[in-house]
């Protein structure tokens, strides 16, 4: 398989991305998520109303959303098929935005790995919604100079969980990852290094 020969670090690296992935969240009750359209029978008027009132509801949740992700650190533990006991990985989500398109959200991301400490850009990131609880939903995403990547992390009360997995030809590797989401203190944003998005090269590659 073309991943036999890439380091730990460098694929942990990415299944802790798509937790970034990065979003846990909000205690957000399924009945807070607005529902579109009226009941039948209704007004146009009503049905006007009803979708006014989704739309406030959604962006309502969307901006809670960003304001909860941004300035927030995942610590958890992730697995790879095929390979005894997991690995421990830290991330740091510095800043996320509701993207203009879909469901799809902008994030800012620290990673650290191979003795190097970068903070970039992620591709945009698909989050769905299953009732109240926010699905990362990662699609054969493409990340330049990595590879391709598909995962699926549910984020509930302040933890994640989920599945990942590093595409490639004639295979790949994968596995289950979880652990907790936390806020940091402004002290701890303040001792970050530069935010100034820089091209991160694979270690060792």
Same mark, same amino acid.
């Given at each position: 398989?073309?991943?036999?020969?890439?380091?730990?670090g460098?694929?942990?690296?990415?299944?802790?991305?798509?937790?970034?992935c990065?979003?846990?969240?909000l205690?957000?009750?399924?009945d807070?998520?607005?529902?579109?359209?009226?009941?039948?029978?209704g007004?146009?008027?009503?049905?006007?109303t009803?979708?006014?009132?989704?739309?406030?509801?959604?962006?309502?949740?969307?901006?809670?959303? !960003?304001?909860?992700?941004? &300035?927030?650190?995942?610590e /958890?533990?992730?697995?790879? +098929?095929?390979? *005894?006991?997991?690995?421990t990985?830290?991330y740091?989500?510095?800043?996320?935005?509701?993207?203009?398109?879909g469901?799809?959200w902008?994030?800012?991301?620290?990673?650290k790995?191979?003795?190097?400490?970068?903070?970039?850009?992620?591709?945009?990131?698909?989050?769905?919604?299953?009732?109240?609880?926010?699905?990362i939903?990662?699609?054969?995403?493409?990340?330049?100079?990595?590879?391709t990547?598909?995962?699926?992390?549910l984020i509930?009360?302040?933890?994640?969980?989920?599945?990942? !997995?590093?595409l490639?030809? &004639?295979?790949g590797v994968? /596995?289950?990852?979880?652990? +907790?989401?936390? *806020?940091?203190?402004?002290?701890e944003?303040?001792?970050?290094?530069?935010?100034?998005?820089?091209?991160?090269?694979?270690?060792?590659?």
């Amino acid at each position: 398989m073309i991943f036999g020969k890439c380091k730990p670090g460098f694929l942990s690296s990415f299944s802790g991305l798509f937790v970034f992935c990065w979003l846990a969240i909000l205690n957000v009750p399924a009945d807070s998520w607005g529902q579109q359209g009226a009941s039948e029978g209704g007004s146009s008027s009503v049905a006007g109303t009803q979708d006014s009132n989704d739309s406030e509801k959604t962006k309502a949740l969307h901006d809670k959303l !960003a304001k909860y992700l941004t &300035g927030t650190r995942w610590e /958890g533990q992730f697995s790879m +098929t095929g390979v *005894k006991g997991n690995q421990t990985e830290t991330y740091e989500i510095i800043k996320a935005e509701k993207g203009a398109k879909g469901d799809y959200w902008n994030l800012i991301a620290r990673i650290k790995y191979g003795g190097k400490d970068a903070t970039l850009p992620l591709p945009p990131i698909e989050i769905k919604f299953a009732g109240g609880t926010p699905v990362i939903t990662v699609d054969r995403v493409t990340f330049p100079g990595f590879g391709t990547f598909d995962a699926r992390v549910l984020i509930r009360q302040g933890q994640y969980a989920g599945t990942w !997995a590093h595409l490639g030809e &004639g295979g790949g590797v994968g /596995g289950h990852l979880f652990g +907790t989401i936390k *806020k940091m203190d402004e002290t701890e944003l303040k001792q970050k290094p530069g935010r100034s998005p820089r091209k991160q090269e694979p270690d060792g590659k």
